[in-house]
């Protein structure tokens, strides 16, 4: 029996949850069973209440807010534990069409990929500024060069995630998950595409993008922990050569003056060469010993994904999960443990 989940961080969503769980399918081609799953980042208005009330299956509430990122992760090894042979995450503002579910499930369907991200049309949406429509494209090039993916809307968080998959996704980073998971796929070589979906109106300002400027010191910060974490080495030895390539030419120009007898007077540029050289020096041997911290990291990560495997085997299959800390009437608590 292949059972699909379609799960929904939520923070203080209690207006527009309304609007994306009525777009959602119950039945999708391919699954015997279509479960919905809201994971609860902390609210503190009725977003419990309302996920209830519309009928969702599973509702995790988290006691504190603790970030997309970490919310995304928490119902990624919930679906696990309940069972979900594929994982759908979607946005409780309604930003996707909930229609192209079928179109973002149908490569694992067809066993092509074990990950496929929602590619938006970024061009034509009309509440992206010019600003954001650049980052977009500039965090897209800056994942596929970091994971050697061809991923074309590297930001989406519209996408559709194979058990096997997620199992070994393990998200760092508490801004997003986005970039970090596509990364993630790269270097353990999952198979991930991505396939063409539209896109609904601003239901409200997005949460991450507090203003432009935040946007893109965020999202710079962002991408250059990435390189960081997953290209250290490329990364230092960038850096390393942003130094050496001056100090070698001031060396080799002073030998020159020198072999010509107009050395003196160049001392100076020969003390810069050389502390620029040994910065380039540093850098390199922190590029080596921290590609061996990222091996290190890699067999932790193994480890853990084994120890998943183990516990994912050894669970049953949950019929419901839900833990209350948001407002929720004690009528619809019994709704959904009568469901159960």
Known sequence: MSKLIIQIPCLNEEETLPVALAALPRKVEGFDSVEWLVIDDGSTDGTVRVAVEHGVNHIISLPHNQGLAKAFMVGIEAALSL?????????????????????????????RAQIVVGARPIDEIDHFSPVKKVLQRFGSWAVKLASDTTVADAPSGFRAIHRDAAVQLNVFNRYTYTLETIIQAGRKNIPITSVPIRVNGDLRPSRLVKSIASYVRRSLITIVRIFIVYSPLRFFTACAAI?????AFMIVRFLYNFTIGEGRGNIQSLVLSGALLALAGILAVGGILAELIAVNRQLLEEIRIRQLRQELRTLPRVGLSYQASAECSDEAIEKVKARG
């Open 83 to 111: 069972g979900a042979d594929v994982i759908v995450n979607t946005d409780a503002d309604n930003q996707y069409d909930a229609s192209c579910i079928p179109d973002l499930v149908r490569p694992i369907l067809e066993r």
């Open 243 to 247: 130094f050496a390539i001056p100090g």
